[in-house]
């Protein structure tokens, strides 16, 4: 199991919040009685739910004990739920289901998303960003270090290395006969940071975790050393000293 760490991931919440605006901006829905925060992390995401629909009952879904622990601190008039994604389910009437950065963990999550999106009611809308990372160099140096080194054997590294994203016209296939409205699209964010270290504590909150997780500590920081030479020696600082961590996200709003 993962061992996600809120502080790590809050270590750029600004920028990770970014995508989530972004999303809600898009949301075709004026006036909402339940919203459900799918994969909710430290609450953030959550937050933005509670500021754009303050009559609304907004609850999260997450299943980081860490990260359902935060978000509670953070929005202690909200519910939150401990929960596997891959299965959870709901008897009320959701209105909307908001998910920011979460089901590229999630197994056969196509599968997943055409479950909830027929569970919705006419009119209601599944809105959700999914970041498409796995050929940024950042992305393809932690698979290039996962598949060398003394844990190349190890079973939960394999396990723990991103596979790709779906094409959009894969969503769109799938989910367009189940909706009366679909928009699909892309955006590339270019991230400022203070330096390539900055991008390895990036990742740390992120798609490090699941490789971390699988070592014990002495291999795991040989990992982590072995990364953040790689990463050093391929992203050049900018005029500033700053480096910029560009990366592509896949939004889709559905409205059933």
């Not at 199991?1 to 901006?25: G, I, V």
């Not at 998303?113 to 970041?131: D, E, F, K, N």
């Not at 394999?158 to 892309?186: F, M, N, T």
Request: glycine share 6%; charged share 20%.
């Amino acid at each position: 199991m993962t061992d996600w760490n809120a502080r790590q991931y809050l270590k750029f919440q600004d920028e990770r919040t970014r995508a989530a605006r972004d999303l809600l901006a898009q949301v075709p829905l004026e006036r909402v009685r339940l919203a459900v925060d799918l994969g909710c992390g430290p609450g953030n995401s959550t937050e933005l739910l509670v500021a754009s629909y303050p009559d609304a009952e907004v609850v999260g879904v997450g299943s980081s004990p860490d990260m359902l622990i935060q978000a509670r601190k953070r929005l202690p008039k909200c519910r939150f739920v401990e929960a596997d994604l891959s299965t959870w389910t709901t008897a009320d009437r959701v209105d909307l289901l908001f998910a920011n950065g979460v089901f590229q963990w999630v197994p056969d999550h196509q599968t997943v998303l055409s479950r909830l999106v027929q569970a919705l009611s006419a009119g209601c809308v599944l809105a959700t960003q999914i970041p498409d990372i796995t050929e940024i160099p950042a992305v393809a140096i932690m698979c290039e270090v996962a598949n060398s080194g003394l844990w190349v054997d190890n079973p939960g590294v394999s396990r723990a290395v991103r596979g790709e994203v779906p094409r959009p016209e894969s969503y769109y296939d799938l989910l367009k006969p189940l909706c009366a409205q679909l928009d699909i699209w892309h955006t590339t964010y270019s991230h400022v940071l203070p330096g390539p270290e900055a991008v390895v504590e990036w990742f740390k909150g992120s798609a490090l975790q699941p490789l971390l997780s699988a070592l014990d500590g002495e291999n795991a920081n040989a990992f982590l050393t072995a990364y953040t030479a790689e990463i050093e020696r391929h992203h050049s600082r900018r005029v500033d000293g700053c480096v910029l961590l560009e990366l592509p996200r896949l939004f889709i709003v559905a409205t059933r």
